[in-house]
């Protein structure tokens, strides 16, 4: 099984940044795509970014130029860099995870979802 805790969210005014952390922990055998995916209120989760093993990097039309997302293999760690936030940036961020682990075989994981709330 794999764990998924992320850290950083918070309250920000608009034009401000934020940076979110996801550590993924466990028996972990292997990781594949992570990523990050976001949920505001009456809509669906859609995707933020991705990013895979390798570093190739995926962004919504909505974000890019102004997030980035990166990763640190040898920690099982995703963050997300935000900057130039705008009110419609808010929402329930999630991690995600493709992973394979000790015993489970490949896998999608979530995290519990941290806020972020951009005020105007």
């Known amino acids: 099984q794999v764990q998924l805790v992320e850290s950083g969210g918070g309250l920000v005014q608009a034009g401000g940044s934020l940076r979110l952390s996801c550590a993924a922990s466990g028996s972990i055998f292997s990781i594949n795509g992570m990523g990050w995916y976001r949920q505001a209120p009456g809509r669906q989760r859609e995707l933020v970014a991705v990013?895979?093993?390798?570093?190739?990097?995926t962004y919504a039309n909505s974000v890019k130029g102004r997030f980035t997302i990166s990763r640190d293999n040898a920690k099982n760690t995703v963050f997300l860099q935000m900057n130039s936030l705008k009110p419609e940036d808010t929402a329930v961020y999630y991690c995600?995870?493709?992973?394979?682990?000790?015993?489970?075989?490949?896998?999608?994981?979530w995290g519990q979802g941290t806020q972020v709330t951009v005020s105007s």
């Open positions: 995600h995870a493709y992973a394979e682990s000790v015993p489970s075989p490949w896998s999608s994981y």
């Open positions: 990013i895979t093993s390798i570093g190739t990097t």
